[in-house]
Every structure is written in structure tokens, then in C-alpha cells.
């Protein structure tokens, strides 16, 4: 999986189509991510001796392929490729050749 935690990306696909956000969590096996502001849902919190009751919004998961790494570069939405660097494997902007890590 290219994108990793703290990247920023954007939707491509789906509800949330041109948002903007931090990734916060990603989940490789399943190739899911967890972005800042997407794909947020209703939970119901029930009520127990210590907590009252609430209703939470908060980011689902979605797979990866809907996503796109934000090269800040060009300003725009960027694929990834991967190239050794002083023997380190890298990745880099498909768009402006700049190093992501």
C-alpha cells in the first residue's frame, strides 16, 4: 500500500468527492484508510453509570483506490512511484519527481 499514515490525500470517487484531508489511520491487510473529515458516520453512544448518552460523527474507513496523494508541489492530485535513494527505497511524485519522505 503507497499512502501511509499523516499523508495527505485527496478523494477521487464516491460522497466525498474532492476532500482534503490528513490520513490518520491505514489499515494494509484490508487496504483501507481513515481520512480527516471523509466518510464520517453516526454513532449512538449508549448510556451507562459514567457516560450519558451522545450521539458521535466520526470517519469511517475507505479503500485506498478512492484516494490520491496531494503533491503540495504541483497542487494537485499525484500518483506514486518508488526509487532508491543513498540505498533506501523511496517514494516519489509521479507529476514533479519530488521525494514524498
Do not use: C
Request: proline share 3%; no cysteine.
Amino acid at each position: 500500500m503507497k499512502i501511509k499514515k499523516d499523508d495527505t490525500v485527496v478523494v477521487i470517487t464516491g460522497k466525498d468527492k474532492g476532500k482534503k484531508g490528513k490520513v490518520l489511520k491505514a489499515f494494509p491487510k484490508t487496504q483501507r484508510v481513515i481520512v480527516e473529515g471523509v466518510n464520517v458516520q453516526t454513532k449512538h453512544q449508549k448510556q451507562t453509570r459514567k457516560v450519558a448518552a451522545e450521539i458521535k460523527h466520526q470517519e469511517g474507513p475507505i479503500h485506498v483506490s478512492n484516494v490520491m496523494i496531494w503533491d503540495s508541489k504541483a497542487k494537485a492530485p499525484t500518483r506514486i512511484g518508488y526509487k532508491f535513494e543513498n540505498g533506501k527505497k523511496v517514494r516519489v511524485s509521479k507529476k514533479t519527481g519530488q521525494i514524498l519522505d
